[in-house]
Nanobody
């Protein structure tokens, strides 16, 4: 089992920045990918960004490209999401996700590809 704990959410104004963190623990050994998804009220959970095990490869949703940056910490069980130029449309609960993989990393953007999830952290952007 893998446990994920997110932190860093909050209430900000449009144009501000926030940095989310996610710490993974448990059976994390081996090549793994971590990602961020988000879910706004009355909407489906959607992909935001993913990063490979060593942080060398990333993928972003078009809606956040150029504004958000995903990265791994010095310890590979940490992942961050730096969110700049926040917009009211970014308001959502943000979830950290984790999956093991073998072979070549290919970023997965659908929920069913991830095996473990955090509880989520609320991000609210006021206009």
């Amino acid at each position: 089992q893998v446990q994920l704990v997110e932190s860093g959410g909050g209430l900000v104004q449009a144009g501000d920045s926030l940095r989310l963190s996610c710490a993974a623990s448990g059976r994390t050994a081996g090549s793994n990918s971590m990602a961020w998804f988000r879910q706004a009220p009355a909407k489906e959970r959607e992909f935001v960004a993913a990063v490979s095990w060593r942080g060398t490869m990333t993928k972003y949703a078009d809606s956040v490209k150029g504004r958000f940056t995903i990265s791994r910490g010095d310890a590979s069980n940490l992942v961050f999401l730096q969110m700049d130029s926040l917009e009211p449309e970014d308001t959502a609960v943000y979830y950290c996700a984790f999956r093991h993989y073998s072979g070549i990393f290919y970023p997965q953007t659908t929920r069913d590809k991830y095996d473990y999830w955090g509880q989520g952290t609320q991000v609210t952007v006021s206009s």
